[in-house]
T-cell receptor, first 112, second 113 residues
Framework: DTGVSQDPRHKITKRGQNVTFRCDPI?????LYWYRQTLGQGPEFLTY????????KSRLLSDRFSAERPKGSFSTLEIQRTEQGDSAMYLC??????????FGPGTRLTVL | GENVEQHPSTLSVQEGDSAVIKCTYS??????FPWYKQELGKGPQLIID?????GEKKDQRIAVTLNKTAKHFSLHITETQPEDSAVYFC????????????FGAGTILRVKS
């Protein structure tokens, strides 16, 4: 069991560019979550999947954000036309059903 | 929706002393309350959790208490060590009825040696 992994760990981009992050959950965990964390705050829920179905999306997830989990394993989070306000740590977590959520190391996004 | 408030925002203790962090929640349907520790540049790591059917849970130097009537829960760390220095987050969720976590704003714990 290697835990939740995320790639890349850091991403610097210019305003207006698109970025994509990847999350690999703990094997056999059927639920996968995305959270966003800004400096000095707790993580905020963005969306979650049960297997390949996206079951809930936060109002924080604007039209520029899209997440997928095509085969019920890894997930991608894409941000289109990035804005400076998108700068944050993007965290992925996974769980077996509704049980304990285990977090990955996060992807730190900086939008210049 | 659920709102979780956490106090204090910073806490400094001497090595060997105890530390207590408190959280209150607003959604009476919440039934699962985890605590996470986050070190600089890392993701949150679960340290202990409690479900609404118990009032207290202990794991070595760490304990959590839950008062469902008052809608508050607390983290207690005894015999603090320098490696306990980190940011601690409480969270609440409805468990099997919708288990997105709602987090508090965090407590920076500094253990002075």
């Amino acid at each position: 069991d290697t835990g939740v992994s995320q790639d890349p760990r850091h991403k610097i981009t210019k305003r207006g560019q698109n970025v994509t992050f990847r999350c690999d959950p703990i094997s056999e965990h059927n639920r996968l979550y995305w959270y966003r964390q800004t400096l000095g705050q707790g993580p905020e829920f963005l969306t979650y999947f049960q297997n390949e179905a996206q079951l809930e999306k936060s109002r924080l997830l604007s039209d520029r954000f899209s997440a997928e989990r095509p085969k019920g394993s890894f997930s991608t989070l894409e941000i289109q036309r990035t804005e400076q306000g998108d700068s944050a740590m993007y965290l992925c977590a996974s769980s077996l059903s509704w049980d304990t959520q285990y977090f990955g190391p996060g992807t730190r996004l900086t939008v210049l | 929706g659920e709102n979780v408030e956490q106090h204090p925002s910073t806490l400094s203790v001497q090595e060997g002393d105890s530390a207590v962090i408190k959280c209150t929640y607003s959604d009476s349907a919440s039934n699962y309350f985890p605590w996470y520790k986050q070190e600089l540049g890392k993701g949150p790591q679960l340290i202990i959790d409690i479900r609404s059917n118990v009032g207290e849970k202990k794991d070595q130097r760490i304990a959590v208490t839950l008062n469902k009537t008052a809608k508050h829960f607390s983290l207690h760390i005894t015999e603090t060590q320098p490696e306990d220095s980190a940011v601690y987050f409480c969270a609440a969720s409805r468990g099997e009825y919708g288990n997105k976590l709602v987090f508090g704003a965090g407590t920076i714990l500094r253990v002075k040696s």
